[in-house]
């Protein structure tokens, strides 16, 4: 065992993989403005003078993990007193994902459309959401048909009688799009601290379309066609300029479809190696030569959840302690332990249930992972965080309804934490004869503690529509903080409209603020990575 001195001698380097959501993503966007938040700024991990406004240090460095030019690693200075250091790594993805057809969208969106009801969870939020993608699929075809009807027909009946309202509407509403929009690109810019990042393409559509109403000739306005054409034109535009960016990543990966197996693949061939890059890295020659990392936090966002969620547990499955590798005695007293929380929750009525200790249970999966790394097992996952995670909804978009997300836990296809039993065993570890014990291909969170971070609103618009607990589906071994984000600079109730991307956002209102003063999503995210270190292993 190393002394003292050595310890605080030799630096110590713990890695962070940032795994981004869906959407258009540009390398290292995501990862930059994370680390500034959760490193840069945290007086907690301070390496130098308090000075007022000082940022802690960080370095870009070509990475070589990820195997991409595209992308560098970000490096912090190591600590005074501990030596600890951290590194950033970024698991991009969205290039693999573009050139969804548009096909493959509206076939997903008919497969969460055209189901049954009792088959749609039962969220005030998801069937607000349901019913408009309804109501947005109707008006969609039936704008379109009247717009290609060469006699008229489906046009006059549908806007005939509607008309005279919408003509006298026309100029007010046009004014206030506009000005709606008009003002929006100014909160945007007032609201950004990088006004040069700021997007525009939207809200400069729809002033146009104001502007077309409110300066249109009135012959144009009593054309049916008009209207027609000019509803065909919004749904396509929506569809193709917002849906089929962010819905075609999900296309690609949720659901397993000849069409789609090949990107889905991809994304977890380029995820599982780059982890298990991170994992053979050691800190000198030799096969004594430790592991370059004490520990590995992955951290994702939005649909990166899920993305994130299939390599842990596949991770686990390839070098995880199963019988496909020799027993480690170092483990069986954890396990064993791990196995009294799987029996006392999954193992009983849910009307027996109490309520499950979940710092002890945290406190157990620590212990856990000391003995993985204690035994030599390659597995340096010990925090999972979620943000704004799509996982939320595994029951809507991993499966077709809640039985088949039971089938799928029961047979191991999905982890859970606590670990499920391995049936009908009441363990979520088990024996090979006299070899053992081992834990199942679906036990991953026996050792990674998991914290999942949201922000939910009953109204889809307000809030982050895609986030939500995640305990009643994947188990209460998860670390839960509902937060109430809000947007800089914006208007009372409008600075609530979704939050989606602000889990990490600097907004320029917290500069100046104590660590403690900090709203209560940034001071749980920073709770969550521990970047400060905990005590070096043994």
Known sequence: MPDEDSRRSKTRRQAVLVIHGMGEQVPLETMRSFVETVYERDGGVRTGPAESGRRNRVWSIPDTATGSAELRKISTEPRSGDRLRTDF???????????????????????LILRSPWAVPRSARVWIAWLALWAVSIGLVLSVLATLDPSDGIAEALFKSWQGWLMAQARWFGAALAGAAALWLVLSFLGARNRARVKVTLPVLLIGGGLVLLLAPVATLENVKTWSGLFSLISATVLGGLIAPYLGDVVRYVRATPATVDKRQRVRDRGLALLTALHDKTDGKGPDAPPYYERIIVVAHSLGTIIAYDLIQLYWQKVGPSHQIPAVPALKAPLLEIDRFVADWWGKPESERGDFPLDAFQAQQAAMFAALVAGGVKFRISDFVTMGAALTHAEFLLQDDKAALERAFQERGLSASPPRPDLPSPRASY?????????????????????NIYDLHWFPLLGDIVSGPLQPVFGPGIREHRVTMVREGWLPVLNRLVTHTLYWTWQRRYDGLADDELPAHIK?????LQLRGAAPPD
Not at 99 to 109: F, K, N, Q, R, S
Request: negative net charge.
């Open 89 to 111: 790594f970024e698991f991009y993805w969205a290039d693999i994902m573009q050139g969804t057809p548009i096909e493959a969208v509206y076939e997903w969106l008919r497969g």
């Open 431 to 451: 024996m090979l004869g006299k070899s053992g014990p081992f834990a199942h291909f679906a036990a991953p969170f026996s050792a990674v503690r998991w914290t």
């Open 524 to 528: 749980a995210l920073r709770e969550a």
